[in-house]
């Protein structure tokens, strides 16, 4: 593979090194907890969405061969087959606390962290893995998965009788990421087939067929509803207008699907290189210094107005993700120039040298924000992107770093 020599490979090491240490000091008595700015525990119940990705992140630790992180994939697990498991109806709660269920709704968007974090912890091959990936998989597979569009459902009440009148991009584009790292821990080429049909009408239609400025919103029968939420634009999951981060994520995401295809010897659509360029290409037009200031805003509506203008953490980190991915793919040196300035953003912004971890979010000025997120919930989004740079597109991180794929 023809990695990127900027950052070099040892800075991006220590940086995974530094998120990894954060992530064991995520781990609670029954699971992951939210922390704050200075890593200290705070009073919110244990999510489901945190719990799936931090076991994840941890399960990346253990492949990477680094000492405790087995133990903490198995914490993980834990609470996801103990107190988020709903034994009575199926599926995993919202939110616990006390071990019992806060939110017992069944959310999409969390079950497809349970459904990435088991297939990383099936990758490195933990008691228990396989069949909590089948269990969740299952599930997936009954409730929420919809064969006449070839997208996902949410969210449902706990008994799974009745769903709400919403659909939404984004439980769909995690699902993306969740079936890749399924159809590599099982085998199983449905769940290719499933992520390449997510991404087909996610991305090459409805993105592409709106100038790029991807929906987030729809009705059950799939109609964008692009005044969702106007009146509540900083909402955590459902923000009003269009999101930059999620554009990038997406072209990422897209690449990767193109890479699983490629290494099954399966040939991949055009449409798969095309648009993941120009959705990268309308982000930074449409989302960098859309206010005048550097840093990518979070949204922007219809018109390409900025709405949300606090810089997240995460937003940057799938743009660092996309560039790598796209150098990976083309060898343009373009896509090396913008990953190499996008990380010293990163450090003059986000990365937190003094508490560790990243800020979350900060203002257009650089400085402290909380509009839409409180504290340093996860290590998700920025340890993917120190690894992006040093592995293949496919298999997905769990398993490229299984068989021994990464750039030392």
Do not use: C
């Not at 941890?58 to 996801?80: K, N, Q």
């Not at 953490?313 to 560039?323: D, K, N, P, S």
């Not at 990365?351 to 290590?379: C, L, M, N, Q, Y």
């Amino acid at each position: 593979m023809d990695s990127l020599t900027d950052p070099p490979v040892t800075w991006l090491a220590k940086e995974t090194d530094r998120l990894l240490e954060v992530t064991a000091r995520a781990a609670g008595p029954t699971g992951f907890e939210w922390l704050d700015e200075h890593l200290q525990p705070t009073q919110e119940p244990l999510h489901l969405w945190l719990n799936g990705r931090m076991t994840f992140v941890s399960a990346l630790g253990a492949l990477l061969g680094r000492d405790g992180f087995s133990e903490l994939v198995d914490h993980g697990m834990t609470a996801l087959a103990g107190p988020f498991q709903d034994s009575e109806h199926g599926g995993w709660f919202t939110e616990i606390g006390d071990g019992r269920p806060v939110d017992d709704t069944k959310a999409a968007y969390a079950h497809s962290f349970v459904v990435l974090a088991a297939s990383a912890a099936t990758a490195l091959g933990r008691p228990g893995a396989s069949a909590l990936l089948a269990d969740a998989l299952g599930v997936v597979d009954t409730h929420f998965w919809d064969e006449s569009a070839g997208l996902v459902r949410e969210p449902f009440d706990r008994g799974f009788t009745t769903t709400e009148s919403y659909r939404g991009i984004n439980a769909n584009m995690h699902m993306v990421e969740a079936f890749l790292a399924a159809a590599d821990a099982t085998g199983e080429d449905l769940w290719l087939d499933r992520a390449v049909r997510m991404t087909e009408r996610a991305v090459h239609r409805f993105a592409r067929g709106n100038d790029w400025r991807l929906p987030e919103h729809f009705t059950p029968e799939w109609t964008p509803l692009p005044d969702y939420n106007r009146e509540d634009p900083t909402h955590k999951f459902r923000p009003y207008g269009s999101t930059i981060g999620h554009w990038m994520e997406w072209a990422r995401l897209t690449l990767q699907v193109r890479a699983a295809l490629e290494v099954r010897g399966r040939s991949a659509p055009d449409w798969t290189l095309a648009d993941p360029i120009a959705l990268f290409d309308q982000a930074v037009h449409q989302g960098w210094a859309a206010d005048g200031s550097p840093g990518f805003v979070y949204t922007i509506d219809w018109d390409g107005a900025p709405v949300v203008t606090a810089r997240m953490h995460w937003v940057l980190t799938e743009a660092l993700g996309a560039a790598a991915a796209l150098h990976t793919t083309t060898g343009e040196p373009r896509y090396a120039e913008l990953h190499r300035d996008w990380w010293a953003h990163a450090e003059s912004v986000f990365i937190d040298r003094e508490h560790g971890s990243w800020h979350h979010e900060r203002s257009p000025a650089g400085g402290p924000s909380t509009t839409v997120w409180r504290g340093k919930p996860d290590t998700y989004h920025s340890i993917q992107a120190t690894l992006i740079p040093r592995l293949p597109l496919a298999p997905t991180f769990a398993k490229a770093l299984a068989d021994g794929h990464l750039d030392a």
